[in-house]
């Protein structure tokens, strides 16, 4: 049974002071019209505390704060934010806690519901390896349903285990079952075949034989939370009937269903290969005729590229990919904006982050073959982490600034060329540094951030909600 923790929000009210964990607003009141009346102190609750945040320059501020919630105090910065759309006009953020699995629903007016998506007692999933066994890496959780349109999540993590043995898996957590999955030791190790892979090299027979190892992988749901992909990277090695192995790493999509894997890329070695590109799949867009754009980052001595493939509606490869080389890539945004669609990029380089844009057709667009730097005017350097939305006819941008994964959030009203058109507002505490965000627009043409802020000891999970006026 699906376990919920939920939470209904207080009525409205306003707490004057430092910035504190917020939602917003008011539906009666229309972004352009200017703030409203604040509401009286009295109808507040103690589990709900609205308050006023300072904007980022002096001024009118471009919005207000009028409600917040704290959901955690032990949210998994790595396993971040991954956000996804369920019926019902629901938005719904996959997360940990620690290391379990967690879904944050609200409704398209802002109420929102943590829910603890069933899983197994006794599933690997629910048994992560002790600390004097390994250690678990939650990579990342994506919302979904299940057959039976309950809330549920598919959950991407590795077990590293200090006997050299490793678990790769992208798996629903109600089964903890899936094809996407790896477990025991590597195939290559030292310069010679090891593992599953040893094995049948040594076998005294002709019988050719497939040996696979995923060693990476990551969960797409479409909007609607149903049709579910993946995409990932795994070492073969193929043993011929004249005994010969050849070995390579491919790049490929599973596009579901039990179909076969889809090769994006493959790199074919001269003996055992020793070093092993790092592939980890980062964002996907479903665009309007029901093709994809995927997005991916290598890493492979000491150089990261950003990956682009455009996909058929049955996720085969219908473009070549497109690459772009520079700094660590952090983020991959696409965001669609009326006819448009953004693509945009944040890189991380030693202590700083910085932004890269491409502008292209929301209805099937071709791979850009370049990206832009994108400075925002007003904005001090090291810009990160962005998000972008259409709130009624405005169109707002958030971004972090500061050191990347310790910066302070930040909320523009932007122009078409994502400029901001006034002083930006500041969403988190300035006491404070936020490690990753999620911007949404709700139907009241409020605005809606859940961000994970770093904490001692802890990392919490908070959301705000925002109304913003044009001025």
């Known amino acids: 049974m699906t376990r919920r923790l939920g939470f209904r929000h207080a009525p409205r009210l306003l707490v004057l002071g430092t910035v504190l964990l917020a939602f917003a607003c008011s539906k009666k009141t229309p972004p352009s019209s200017g703030p409203p009346a604040e509401p009286s102190a009295s109808a507040s609750k103690p589990e709900t505390r ?39 006009g629901r938005l719904a953020l996959g997360l940990a806690d620690g290391e379990r699995p ?12 943590l829910i603890e998506p069933a899983m197994p007692s006794k599933s690997a999933l629910s048994m992560p390896p002790s600390a004097s066994v390994g250690r678990r890496r939650v990579l990342r959780v994506t919302p979904a349903l299940d057959a039976s349109g309950a809330v549920t999540a598919y959950v991407d993590y590795r077990d590293e285990r200090s006997d050299g043995r490793r678990r790769v898996a992208c798996v629903p957590t109600a089964t903890d079952q899936s094809r996407l999955v790896f477990d025991g030791e590597p195939l290559a190790k030292d310069g010679k075949p090891a593992g599953l892979a040893g094995e049948v090299a040594a076998a005294g027979t002709d019988k050719p034989e497939l040996v696979t190892e995923v060693r990476d992988c990551r969960t797409f749901v479409d909007p609607g939370g149903s049709r579910v992909w993946a995409a990932g990277g795994r070492l073969v090695m193929e043993k011929l009937p004249n005994r010969t192995l050849k070995w390579r790493w491919e790049w490929f999509v599973d596009p579901g269903d039990d179909r076969p894997y889809v090769v994006l890329h493959r790199v074919e070695f001269e003996g055992v290969p020793t070093e092993l590109p790092e592939y980890e799949p980062l964002s996907a867009q479903r665009l309007e005729d029901g093709t994809y754009l995927l997005a991916a980052r290598q890493l492979q001595s000491g150089t990261q590229t950003l990956w682009l493939w455009g996909l058929g509606a049955d996720r085969a490869k219908r473009t070549e990919p497109q690459s772009y080389p520079g700094p660590a890539v952090a983020d991959v945004l696409f965001a669609p904006d009326g006819t448009d669609l ?7 380089s030693t202590e700083s982050q910085a932004l890269s844009a491409a502008k ?33 006819d405005h169109r707002f941008l958030s971004y972090q600034v500061g050191p990347p994964g310790k910066g302070q959030l930040m909320v523009a009203l932007a122009d078409e060329q994502l400029q901001p058109q006034q002083a930006a507002f500041l969403v988190s505490d300035p006491e404070e540094t936020v490690y990753t965000s999620r911007l949404v627009a709700l139907d009241s043409g409020e605005l809606l951030l859940v961000y994970i802020q770093n904490g001692a000891p802890g990392a919490d999970l908070i959301s705000k909600r925002l109304t913003c006026w044009a001025r």
Do not use: I, M
């Open 50 to 88: 609205a308050s006023a945040s300072a904007s980022a320059a002096a001024g009118p501020s471009l919005c207000k704060v009028t409600q917040e919630k704290r959901w955690l105090r032990w949210a998994n910065r790595e396993a971040g934010l991954t956000f996804g759309t369920l019926p019902n």
């Open 360 to 392: 292209l057709p929301a209805a099937a667009p071709g791979l850009p073959t370049e990206l832009s730097p994108l400075s925002l005017r007003g904005a001090p350097g090291h810009v990160g982490s962005p998000g972008l939305v259409r709130a009624k």
């Open 342 to 348: 953004w693509l945009l990029v944040s890189r991380d």
């Open 102 to 113: 967690r879904v944050l629903v609200f409704n398209r007016l802002g109420t929102g519901e």
